[in-house]
């Protein structure tokens, strides 16, 4: 295959291709990429090379788009079936005491620096200089995000922070 001749046609077609994937899926870009590669492993290239690469690109933005949605159906299926961030400790709630979904749904909406140092922290049992390394920032870095978004937490929960008095000895 001629590599100037498959230059002049991306040139000359990728674009219309992305706006006709675009139709059907949001990875065009991808499809449009892939089609292209098909192109340039034929053995043989097709008589009408653009009406080929957009009847690829077609079934491509297709097949991307159904698997977008079962793998947005598999998401949300999954996310209902599993447990909770936080547990009830017993069925009957104390007074003051947190709704496990409420506390659930407002580590969801932190942003997810913060929610991925909480996590990492009170369930992972990380010290700040580990979440550090795994994230790429400080370890000053990662104990700003996490007192962030456990203030922002208690904030809309309204919940104070504990006070602890000292040991009387």
């Given at each position: ?14 674009a219309a291709l992305e ?9 065009p870009e991808d499809v ?39 793998r947005r159906r598999h ?95």
């Amino acid at each position: 295959m001629d590599h100037d001749w498959l230059g002049r046609l991306v040139d000359r077609h990728a674009a219309a291709l992305e706006l006709y994937a675009r139709q059907w899926c949001d990875t065009p870009e991808d499809v449009v990429q892939e089609a292209f590669l098909k192109l340039a492993s034929q053995r043989s290239l097709p008589v009408k090379p653009a009406a080929w690469l957009f009847r690829v690109v077609r079934n491509g933005a297709l097949n991307a788009a159904l698997a977008a949605r079962r793998r947005r159906r598999h998401e949300t299926e999954s996310a209902s079936r599993s447990a909770s961030w936080f547990q009830a400790g017993s069925s009957v709630a104390k007074p003051g005491s947190l709704d496990p979904e409420t506390a659930s749904a407002e580590l969801r909406s932190l942003p997810l620096e913060q929610r991925e140092v909480i996590v990492a922290h009170l369930w992972g049992g990380l010290t700040f200089e580990q979440i550090a390394e795994v994230s790429g920032c400080s370890a000053s870095s990662a104990h700003r995000l996490y007192c962030a978004g456990l203030a922002r937490i208690r904030e809309r929960l309204g919940v104070s922070c504990r006070s602890f008095r000292p040991i009387q000895s």
